[in-house]
Each structure stands twice: as C-alpha cells, then as structure tokens.
C-alpha cells in the first residue's frame, strides 16, 4: 500500500497506518509514524521504497518514434468517464492521471503518481492523500487538492455508473490544505474503497464546464499524463503527441514507460479490413483473438520473412473466457430451466476441433485457470458458512464441486444432451410440435436473436444455431458493426450476445458493475445478463471486507458459485495465451508482467538509447 504514515496531529491519538501493519504485522494499537510507498489490498507490497524501476519496464528503453495502434470501431467523443458516446479509452492513463498507479506485476498494488503518499487506518475508515508538489497538468497549471475534490464530486455526480457507485460510499472529503485531500470512509464496509479513490482520475477544475460535462466532446482534454491530444479525425483517428514538460518522466514509476514521441489510434469498422491493414504495415500491432486466423491467417511475405514477429504470452491472471450472454431480462429467457436446457444443447467438442484446432478448454465460472475458481473444487467450511443464507439457490453438485458442463460426442448429433435438454424445455412450458419447439400455452414457435460482430462470433452462433435446430429452436443470426454492438450491448437490447469479462487476481468493486442487481437496470453497466440475485450481491459484500487472503479467497470462489448457479451464461471457451502480431520496427522487453502485454513498455526500434534519469 502505498502510504504515508504519521500521528494525527492534535487529537491526542496515535493511529496504526494499515499499509505498515500489513506490512511487518504490527496490530491495530501500535504507535508507528513511517513512510510507506504503496498500498496493496492485500499483504505487502513486492517493490521496495527506493525501486528504481517496474520489473517488467526496460529503465533505458529509447524515446522516439511512433507507435500506430489499429483500433476496431468508431468513436464520437475524447471523455471516457461518461456512458453517452463511443469514447477513445486510451485517455486514461495517457492523457488524464490518477493519484496512484497499477504495478502490473502483482494482484493489486498501487503506487504513487499524482499523490506522492496516502495514510488510512487499520479499520479503512478513512484515506489521506498527499500530492506530488510538482505535479502539474499540461497547461501548466498546478495540481492541487481542489482538483481532487471536484474530480470526486464530478465524477460521483455525473460520470459512468460504476464511478458513481464507487465515489457515492465516500461519506465527507476536504481538504486541509491545497496539497491534502482526506475522505471518510465509515460505514463504507469496503476495505477496497481507498485503492479504488487512489485510482481515481483527476480532472482539472479550470478546464472543465460541470454543465456541459455530460455531452459527447471532440475538444482535446487537459490532463496530468506523458501525453496531449493533438490530433483528431472523427471516427478515423487520434494522435497523441509526448508532453516536452511532463512533470512525471523521472519518477520510478514511470521509468521505462511511454517511450514513443507520437501514438497514432487508427480506426477501422471491420475486422477484416483491420487485419489487411496490418498486413500492409498502416499499424504497428494488433492482438489476435480468432484461433483461425492465428492458426493461418499470418502466412503472408512480411510474416514469412521476419517482418512481422508473433509472440505468445501467458499473463499469470485468471484466463480470460468468452460466453454466449442470455439477457435475462427477456421473458424467454427468464426461467432457469431454459437456460440449463440451452447451455446443454451448445456442442463445444465439435466446435473446438473445427474451428479452434484444439487450441480451447473450457470451464463453468468466471475465474477459470487461478485459484480463485470454485470450478471443480469442493467448498470449504467458510464459502458454506458465507452461502448459508442462499443455500436453495446453490445446486449441491455446484457446492460439493462435482458439477461440470455438459461434453457431447463431438458429432454434433448427441442424444444424451438432447433428450436431458428437452425434459428441461418441457418442465419450463415447452413442446415439441413436429419439428418446431413451442411454447404450451401461447403456441409461439421459441425463437432469439444471437447479436454478433466479428467473423469468429458469427461461426459461434451458426455453429449453435445448428446445435438448436436439433431441440426445434431457430434463432437468428444478425451480425452488426462494432459501433450497433456496443450501442445495443450498452443498452441491453439483445437477447444474446457473446461477451468476455476480463478477471484480476483481486477482484473487487468492479464485480458489483459486472453483476450486482443494482447495476442490472442501469444502462452503461457490464451487467449484461441482468443478474439481480441476493447471494450474488452478498458475496461482492462479503469479498470486499475480507481483511486477509484467506478470507478473500473464499468469498471470490462463493461469489464464482453463485454465478455458476444461475446459469446466466454459455461457457465458451477459456483463452490461456495472448496472441500478439508486431512489425519488427516495435520492441518490447523481455519479461512481461503479470497481467501480460503492455504496449505502454515498448518502444521504436532504432532509436538513440535513453540515459536512465537520476
């Protein structure tokens, strides 16, 4: 955790600072005023006070050059921190700083940026953070405490829903002084909370308009980060341009990072096009997620030549894994039974040797490949005791870990998972007549539309469309540019959708986004299924005010039950590797962090080598 730890002047009173007892095991009651440089959720930090670098960063990795970054999509508006538009997410971090920073080499642990220390007590009632002095935004002007307090009240009152459920648990903030901001945190419960304001982005109160803040803007926005927009060609471009007088280029933090002069964010509407791009050479990298074109698609002169290189990385995080998402919210998919029947029905075994080459496995749950997965793993005495409540909710094949999803012949025609998805059908209100499946009281043939955008997605759902012709259902396959997918996938207007959900090793507040109840109605979410169950919520409860691993460990994998329980999803397939494509003119360094790639380390081959600054 990265805290300043000090006495609390004039109360008579002497705090333990929770990142010191964390960090040598000092109790509650114990009187120590020492600095500490990051704050971890759990346990300790792994860099020391005086690192000189991230592990994972080159300290003289050369400035210089471009980096041309092919985007598939549009957008209309430079403000990510809001739900109206198509926004450039690469504002964050490169453009608009927060006070701490990610080290991506551990579960989650931040370390200064704009807030050079942060002070909270062992019971997370409240944090202090104290700006860097020298931290100033790209006009110039001085980032101050006011700036923190109106990012806080801005966001809180007018950005996306998960910042306004995050900012919305602090109870007071002020500012002692203009380089102070303390927020008290009682009655939060959210033992998170104070990593989750250290990541929060600060705005500069002169800049911007509080009335109009809402509306999509093409204005380039002032910010603290390496980077200033200097570019824009709406819907087709963005170009970043290196800050001369960014005030953090010489902090550990920052040393190796942000190598290039100029990032250039090329959009492209369809994936195709994007990829013949890449071919040509009009962008420098692209992250590959259909196994096909993996598997041949790079059998082109500048791969075969060394040109392009092809890297395969294995981040140490959950695996990431796709889904096909029933919208709940849609009475035919409403009734559990419909969707056990239907996720019976989808063949991954032929699936994954026609189109994947083997490449997939696949898993129940949302935390597949880490510890954190309750997939085939027996609960123990504290998920039981956590899932009590909930008990008539978690299938007892789900608790004991014997549950597993349903593995066909491989032939597309098994029997097996038919008739058990047919019985299901039939206990929810639907009959086969003839070849159609219709509901018993309406007599309405059970039909869906399967929303997908990109050629693999569309394979997917031709290949399940096929599976569910067998139980009399005929879906539709209505495939949408990027821009109609997330417009419709942001507003819920879809039946299915395939969807991946992106996991650390310290899942968190973002879980209340992904599936809490509260978000199930609020468009902007990622809570896409519409899930609104009170275990669910219990256990998002019950992992944020976990003080220890052992007690964190056990809430995620409840919560990974819960999930599993109510079949709100269709496993798909599990991803274990990225797939990265480069021109040779980018370099990256050796070691790679724990979340995996981050273009943010690479640099321009050929350029003059950087001087590690002092």
Known sequence: MFMFLRLLEGFGVRLCVLALAVATGLSAGVARAEEAHAIAMHGKPAMPADFTHLPYANPDAPKGGRLTWGVLGTFDSLNPFIVRGLAVQQMRGYVVESLLARGNDEPFTLYGLLARSVETDDERSFVTFRLDPRARFSDGKQVAAEDVLFSWQLLRDHGRPNLRQYYAKVAKAAAPDSLTVRFDLAGANDRELPLILGLMPILPKHAIDVATFEETTLTAPVGSGPYRVTAVKPGASVTLTRNPDYWGRDLAINRGLYNFDEIRLDYFREANGQFEAFKRGLYDFRIEHEPLRWHEGYDFPAARSGEVIRDTVKP???????????????????????????????????????????????????????????????????????????????????????????????????????????????????????????????????????????????????????????????????????????????????????????????????????????????????????????????????????????????????????????????????????????????????????????????????????????
């Open 316 to 614: 140490g995080v959950p695996q990431p894994s796709e889904f096909l998402v029933f919208n709940t919210r849609r009475p035919i998919f409403a009734d559990i039974r419909v969707r056990q029947a239907l996720t019976l029905l989808f063949d991954f075994e032929l699936v994954n040797r026609n189109y994947f080459f083997g490449l997939y496995s696949r898993v129940a749950g949302y935390f597949a490949g880490s510890d954190l997965s309750a997939y085939g793993r027996p609960a123990d005495a504290r998920e039981r005791e956590l899932l009590k409540p909930f008990a008539a909710r978690i299938p007892p094949d789900i608790m004991d870990g014997s549950y597993r999803l349903p593995v066909t012949d491989g032939s597309g025609r098994d029997r097996t998972t038919l008739r058990a998805a047919l019985k299901l059908l039939s206990e929810a209100g639907y009959d086969l007549d003839g070849t159609v499946l219709r509901n018993r009281a309406t007599k309405a043939p059970f039909t869906f539309e399967i929303m997908v955008t990109t050629r693999d997605q569309e394979r997917i759902a031709l290949a399940f469309q096929r599976d569910l012709k067998r139980a009399g259902i005929e879906p539709t396959v209505r495939s949408v540019d990027p821009v109609q997918f997330d417009q419709r996938r942001l507003a819920y207007e879809f039946d299915m959708i395939q969807n991946r959900w992106d996991q650390s090793l310290s899942p968190g507040n973002e879980q209340y986004f992904y599936w809490g109840s509260a978000a199930a109605d609020n468009p902007g979410t990622r809570n896409y299924m519409g899930a609104r169950d009170p275990a669910v919520d219990a256990m998002i409860a019950a992992l944020l005010e976990a003080r220890e691993h052992t007690d964190f460990v056990p809430a995620v994998r409840a919560l990974d039950r819960a999930l599993i329980a109510g079949f709100y999803t269709i496993p798909l397939f599990n991803v274990s590797e990225q797939w990265i494509a480069r021109w040779n003119r980018i370099e990256r360094p050796k070691a790679t962090s724990l979340s995996g790639y981050l273009p943010e380390t690479w640099w321009a081959k050929g350029q003059p080598q950087a001087h590690q600054a002092k």
